[in-house]
């Protein structure tokens, strides 16, 4: 919709608006929406990470850029939910240093909206988290929006997810093509904050993992202290062509780890065709040890002892030797974590 050449399904200013002969009531009406102090859109439009990205930036100085958990959801990455809107603002060290005698009073190029910085240089918005920066690399534009670019999103949340949680978003980035394990593991080795999180986590990323529960199911065997399993094993006839695949296993002990995520399956014929894929291995003398949620979340301890139970007898001598699975899948963790993260790629 268009508005005296204002297009109200984009972002736009309440100068704008005076502009476009808008007054403050209908502001406040039924036709629009407030998305941030002084940023408005039409009551029509669906409001995504997209929008209020382009919203934020509409009333940021150029040295502001998207990062962190909305990065990671403009990358498709799999990231907690978050009501926020992360930005960084990126200055040269001295500039820090003077920033709270330069912005004592409004930023006289924000002058339109107010002057919405902090005494930092920070953006000073409801509704947005934002942090400063001395580091200007790994920045680039994604459909106009300025933006982390996926390795330094990776990097920077090594600040505020967890161990488990940053293997997840590092496996999803991978999963995306938008970088591979050795990217993130070279950045990580770089100087810098939190790098010692990064780098525990970079070393942990995989290729080929399906999906964000897999991640999980197979932090939760490492952090026990089991053997890593292979992730998506691929089982070949004599002449190389693709029989199955399997998300986790053991190759040798023929030991295969499943997450069904049966509740996101649509379409019976789906569930049939898994059904005769377990068949099938069993067939082959494959043991399957299948997880749901559940065994993730709410029973983390038996789904450790039926792989341990399936190893065991299979000839391999293993038990669950550390606890630090139980800082991330314990009691305290699994409703805020099952109820906190965007599942992109389930």
């Keep these: 919709m268009s508005f ?39 009551a029509d439009v669906t409001v995504d990470p997209w929008l209020l990205s382009r919203a934020v930036l509409l009333v940021a100085s150029p040295n502001v850029v998207v990062a962190r958990h ?26 820090v240093r003077a920033s709270r005698r330069r912005h004592l009073g409004p930023d006289p190029a924000r002058a339109e909206t107010g002057g919405q910085l902090d005494v930092w240089g920070r953006m000073a918005l409801d509704g947005v988290d934002a942090r400063v920066s001395i580091d200007h690399t790994r920045t680039t534009v994604l459909r106009g929006i300025r933006l982390t670019d996926p390795v330094r999103t990776f990097l920077d949340l090594a600040e505020d997810l967890d161990l488990v949680e940053l293997v997840v978003l590092g496996d999803s980035l991978v999963r995306q093509g938008l970088a591979t ?24 990323v995989r290729p080929g993992v399906a999906s964000a529960q897999e991640s999980r199911l197979r932090m939760l065997l490492v952090l026990a202290g089991l053997p890593e399993p292979e992730v998506d094993i691929q089982l070949r006839d004599e002449d190389g062509e693709l029989l199955r695949q399997l ?37 082959w003398d494959w043991r399957i040890v299948t997880v749901v949620s559940n065994g993730i979340w709410q029973q983390p301890e038996r789904t450790l002892g039926r792989v341990v139970a399936a190893l065991r007898a299979r000839g391999r001598r293993v038990a669950v030797t550390s606890d630090e699975w139980e800082r991330y899948f314990g009691r305290d963790r699994r409703t805020k974590e099952s109820k906190g993260t965007s599942e992109q790629a389930s």
């Design 70 to 95: 909305t990065a990671a959801q403009l990358w498709r990455g799999v990231v907690p939910d978050s009501w926020r809107v992360h930005v960084t603002t990126l200055w040269p060290r001295a500039e």
């Design 247 to 283: 998300d986790l296993g053991y190759r040798e002990e023929m030991v295969a780890v499943e997450y069904d995520g049966r509740q996101h399956i649509k379409r019976v014929e789906e569930w049939e065709r898994d059904i005769d894929r377990r068949e099938e291995l069993a067939d």
């Design 181 to 204: 394990p050795a990217d993130l593991v070279g950045a990580a080795a770089e100087p810098g904050r939190h790098r010692r999180k990064a780098r525990r986590a970079a070393a942990y």
């Design 4 to 42: 005296a050449n204002l297009d109200i399904d984009r972002p736009f200013t309440h100068a704008d608006a005076v502009r476009a002969g808008i007054s403050d009531g209908q502001l406040r009406g039924p036709a629009h929406r407030q998305l941030f102090r002084g940023v408005y859109i039409s």
